[in-house]
């Protein structure tokens, strides 16, 4: 298979992928028990007459696959998938605006701490990988492994709740939200004040993280520096930081390539817990939230994100290996 016959081949099944992820994301929220007119407007005092209103507004009270009384077309799911090709995710129950808008205020703050999480997790758990697989067997090893497979099995809601506690009380860091009610006007402070409130749930999302990237990293390591190419390079007399950094590492890391483009995407629907103990304004709070609404016109936007940027990081991981390893087209 050619290198261009393997990228259109694996384009194409994402794009597969997510037409069978905007059937099921319709299916999902049509299946739960209970009516979504009296869901999404919890008012006792709702008439008949209101309820088919509100039915007929949100397009409820069509036919939901085929329209046997008119147009086939007019039904839930043509109108559901024809406003998701203009970009349009419908409006939110609670907050009757366009759940398109509101994600994409969302959206920006996770992607601020999914990123600096993500990047601080990479580079820290990649240094510690290549230290304890170039020191094995050693104090220094023992320990890295200890510590990455403790912060590996934490459970992140408990270390949210332990960090929250720690940075409130001694560190005197704000326990919620992503900027102070009535902050400074310039922008500097205003940068040191979504610095501060970023302190603590970005360290919960580094810890989470970086037992992965420090495992996969030393056990990638460990295997490249078996290989007979090392031992030659060792055999010409040279120098160990440059058999580390010319041979070994440039192999050692395809596999964390691969994992950093999947965790990206997991991290962004995943970041709902760590959100969700610190207040802070993004996708993961905005799902929790729309969960005890029942506002369904956002869980199902929310979801809809979430599963294309895991295919997205699927696919780009797989492009990415592709390119750097001309053996997996092959």
């Known amino acids: 298979m050619s290198r261009s016959d393997y990228i259109i081949r694996r384009i194409g ?93 969302r959206l920006i703050n996770t992607v601020l701490l999914v990123g600096v999480g993500e990047v601080l997790a990479i580079i820290i758990g990649v240094a510690l990988g290549l230290l304890a697989a170039w020191r094995r067997g050693t104090a220094i090893d023992v320990g890295v492994l200890l510590f990455g497979l403790f912060t590996w099995a934490l459970p992140t809601f408990f270390l949210a709740i332990i960090l929250l506690i720690i940075g409130s009380t001694f560190l005197g860091l704000p326990v919620a939200g992503i900027r102070t ?33 420090m495992l996969i990293m ?28 010319d041979h070994a590492m440039r192999n050692a890391m395809l596999p964390m390539i691969a994992l950093i483009a999947l965790t990206l995407g997991f991290t962004v629907s995943g970041s709902i817990l760590i959100e969700s103990v610190f207040s802070w304004p993004g996708l993961g709070s905005a799902v929790f939230e729309a969960v005890g609404r029942r506002d369904f016109p956002m869980l199902q936007g929310a979801f809809m994100l979430f599963t294309v940027s895991v295919i997205l990081a699927n696919t780009a991981a797989d492009l990415l290996y592709a390119a750097l390893d001309p053996r997996v087209s092959v």
């Open 181 to 213: 009610a009535g902050g400074a006007s310039d922008p500097w402070s205003q940068i040191v004040d979504v610095g501060r409130h970023m302190m603590m749930p970005t360290l919960t999302l580094t810890i989470i993280l970086l037992g992965e990237f």
């Open 13 to 105: 099944m994402a794009a597969l992928t997510v037409v069978f992820a905007v059937v099921m994301n319709f299916f999902l929220f049509r299946v739960l028990p209970g009516d979504p007119a009296k869901a999404g407007i919890r008012d006792p005092r709702l008439t008949a007459a209101a309820q088919q209103s509100i039915r007929e507004r949100f397009g409820l009270d069509k036919p939901l696959l085929i329209n046997l009384e008119g147009n086939p077309f007019d039904s839930q799911f043509f109108r559901y998938f024809g406003n998701l090709l203009q970009g349009d995710l419908g409006i939110s129950y609670n907050f009757n605006r366009p759940v398109a808008d509101l994600l994409r205020e």
């Open 218 to 245: 030393r056990s990638s390591l460990l295997e490249v520096l078996s290989e007979d190419y090392i031992l030659t390079a060792k055999a010409k007399g040279l120098s160990d930081w440059v058999i580390l950094r």
